[in-house]
């Protein structure tokens, strides 16, 4: 529970102005066949040739998005690209390259930097995306990093937030609560070492939590899923901010109304444990916890049969007419309306 | 010389979660026919059609890449995309869209931000870009901003930093030094504000430089100028370190030396002057100055018609074989070997 940095210490000047940007890009190879050109010229050059470009930006900032307490940063590499690529998946296409921005205070040093890059390289390998540009820079404080995500989709494969229709079904993929819970868990661990820093962290059977927080994956999975079944959802996002406020912009663009069912909305274990450890309502940590990225989406009352028995899928509800509104069908078969309360920092939010 | 924080102020969180990013980019229109989906969906959509597909970025952050004493609000948001634009008309490609990130702290107001995005508008405008995307975040101190510049050029027109080859002539766009000696000149400014705060600044009659510094622009110009003329350069990079850092690039990728000489370099009469008062060598200002956001680029010899007695364009020197070594030819005719010796912090550098 200390401060993540590595034993060796290299201060960032070491390897001069132009050093550090080859030195952290050299071990990227390109492997995608749109990839033209990579770093080292003005700009990367893309072939999208007869598909769409999908293009996405995610900026990630110490103190506000991560804590360098608790998060290794090998994770925060692969976790910024991941966030990234979920945007990606969420349009339905594939990610294909990323840009990596890093503006970095002295206080870390080039092993510190490097592990952040192993973190991207290691997404970049499990996601088949090239590394195409990027920029460092000093900071005065603290790390923020900007990553841009490009992929790819043929015009009739891609997915908007606005296609759904009244009698869709709604449909999550894995489960929800994970993220937030594991943040808690990190949060109150801190606490303590604070309080005594000879405190070792509690963290033991609660890895699932951790691991949803600490290094999510993006559905890479539930894309190809979906491709193979031949199944295109009417309307599609990604869960960053909570259930609730995503399910809320489906109903928004697309102009419908929903209906919920709690009783419908995955949770695992470890989540109903922590809830009851930490005296938390389950459903609504599912509902407003957020960085969960599952994908949701809606699907013709149709393709029922595609979806049914899924064991990467739940039907969590249906759309309906706008006029019905937005509601949330509990266990004891009361509905009351949904509101947007994602946990995320004031105003950190994405165009 | 005081901070341009504009007279009201209204904290950041009082438009909410969602409010502020799409109070922001409300008034932007898409104008690019590639631009198929812009803000409010996961990522945005752009259909390059037979075309290759240009992308950049880079990032500015407060304190390091500017200093809000003197830069006005607009002007970084127009600064923010012209330094981003000037990659892609480094590549003989044509911008199209950007993506714009910023993270701020809460001693900005919305109406400071609203001024950035002003200007980030009126550089949309003056370029014919579309902002497609973005993100925004809290910071704890200061502004950073991250911006992906996307642009479009048909395979055959794109044009690389390794294409030059011997006796190609090297040439430059517009003149050199001049954004260096704004820097220069508003520093000081502030320092004789610091001490005594009834100081007005004295910037009169150097306009020139001031603008060169604060609300350069990027030479769509003579990106257009070029197809105009029908000459597609063999090499081409955009000046933001200094020409030396960047004929450097030019050889050393295309494997090449160079013979520059001193006496051709495009020098503004505002930046002669300032040199005197500042006791600066004007070559040396030109050669390490950096920021100018001109084109430099290599075209074949028997292309010299069509740039001889251009008046936005001058050829400074020409091509060698790389056992000839990258030198700069004085004014007396001695050949001194060129260095790279960028005025930025120290590995600020773009991929």
Known sequence: MEENQSEQFTPLSKL???????HLTKRFPL???????????????????????????????????FDFTYVPPQHLGYKAVVVNLSDIYAMNAKPTQILV????????????????????????????????GGDTSTSYSGLTISITAIGEA???????RNG??????????????????GLQLLE????????????????????????????????????????GLDLK???????????????IHLCKQSKTGVQLYEEKIPIDNNVY????????????????????YELLFTVDLSDHDKIKGNPNLSIIGHMTAESEGMNLVTKDLKSIPLSAQGWDAMMDKKA
Chains 1, 2 share one sequence.
């Open 188 to 227: 109150r661990e801190k606490s303590v070492f604070e309080v005594d820093k000879n405190m070792q962290p509690d963290l033991s059977g609660n890895e699932y939590v951790l691991e949803r927080q600490l290094k999510p994956e993006a559905r890479k999975d539930i894309h190809e899923l979906l491709k």
């Open 164 to 181: 759904s229709k009244a009698t869709d079904l709604l449909v999550v993929s894995g489960d929800l609560g994970g993220a937030y819970l």
């Open 31 to 65: 492997r995608n066949g749109s990839s033209i050109k990579g770093i080292g010229d003005d700009a990367a050059v893309l072939e999208m040739l007869d598909k769409h470009t999908v293009v996405s930006t995610d900026m990630l900032v110490e103190g506000v998005h």
């Open 233 to 247: 959802p009417t309307s599609m996002i990604d869960i960053s901010d909570g259930l609730s406020s995503e399910v």
């Open 154 to 160: 043929a015009e009739d494969e891609l997915v908007y």
């Open 101 to 132: 921005s890093i503006a970095i205070s002295n206080r870390f040093g080039i092993e510190f930097v490097e592990q952040i890059y192993d973190g991207i390289r290691l997404a970049c390998d499990v996601y088949d995306v090239d590394l195409v």
């Open 16 to 22: 001069g102005e132009f050093g550090l940007i080859e």
């Open 273 to 292: 444990s922590l809830c009851e450890e930490f005296q938390l309502t389950t459903t609504t940590v599912a509902l407003n916890g957020g960085e969960d």
